[in-house]
């Protein structure tokens, strides 16, 4: 990036963001990319005009203002809906858009909007490579807008990687979490919530995502199992819902089988997740394929607990071992996972020495303010100078 760019409120610009289909824009159930765009258009609208386009839903109002933040809901057809959103753009005029991980969507805007500079922001590699995409279907798209967001620096480098020959810009700016909403608790916050789950005589070791085979909650439960033969006294919390309730239902029985005492809570909705995380002595992060960013690991770091994490795409730019957090650099073995989790309970003057840093980190580096104005950067650089200057 270069030096010397405008400072936050130089110019106010109107922004278009489109969002996927699958989900709406504040989502009710879920959604990370939903839950980043809207914190993201929060705070940018607190200096510029924001329109979100988003899939419509029963229990939301097809057009809602808040201050400089409109949100217009369109069919929610998954085979329309970019149809629908384009009908809804069509003579309106922007000075920038922004479209969430959807290449085939962004190149269809450019396509009716070749003057205005079209933004690609890339939450992970999903949507760019098989079963969802060819290569050369992706190549073909990405080269159609103006620049592309990552949201790490290995995410940046995996588009690189797998597109040499794309010559439209990528930048980097991350994920960020509300500090006043993920907070560490009160001394009275922390017993509470630790009473109503039935958990608090115990050493808590936490897991909060998706209840899918790459998330490593296998590895995770084995690592337990490993651990519970030196300290009799932990406890295994699974928080988070899933699309496969037989790999849902075959966790629960695996932990059952190794003897590992697991709360499982299912899902849980986002404006209830804080809390949950003051149930953990220590966060843990056993991913076991490439994370491009991990904002649970931030948002962990935020409420003041340790964090223990695949040393894994871009989870290894948010923690820096030893430091803010522990990296597991063998993540595919229960072992590693184990005897590191064991260092934070023999040793809670480090535990603690560790959570706090991470919590001043997420202050300095991870915030939805930090991400808006870095994106906002972003965004006025290529306005002023276009690409290649």
Known sequence: MPTNLPKRGAQALHICMVAPEQIPVPPIVAGSVEICMYAIAKELAEQHEVTIISRSHPKQDPVTIRGKLT???VSNHKRGYIDSVLKVMQGKTFDLI????RPQYAARIKAMFPWTPVSLFMHSLTFVTPPH???EQARACLDQVDLIIANSSSLQDELQRHFPEC???IYKTFLGVNPQVFRMPLRDEKLLIRKKYKVSHTFNILFVGRIIPRKGIQVLIQAVRMLKSKIPHVRLIIAGGTTSKSYFNKMKKYAAAMHVPTVFTGYIPHRHLPQVYWLGDCFVCPSQRHEAFGLVNVEAMASGVPVVASANGGIKEIIHDGVNGLLVHHYHHPREFAQTI???????DYAESLSMYAHQDVMNRFTWTHTASQLEKIYFH???????D
Do not use: A, E
């Open 71 to 73: 949100i217009i809901r």
């Open 98 to 101: 922004q479209v969430d991980n």
């Open 133 to 135: 995409s060819t290569l």
């Open 167 to 169: 010559r439209v810009p």
């Open 342 to 348: 064991h260092k934070l309970i023999t040793r809670p």
């Open 382 to 388: 290529y306005l002023m100078n276009g690409w290649g």
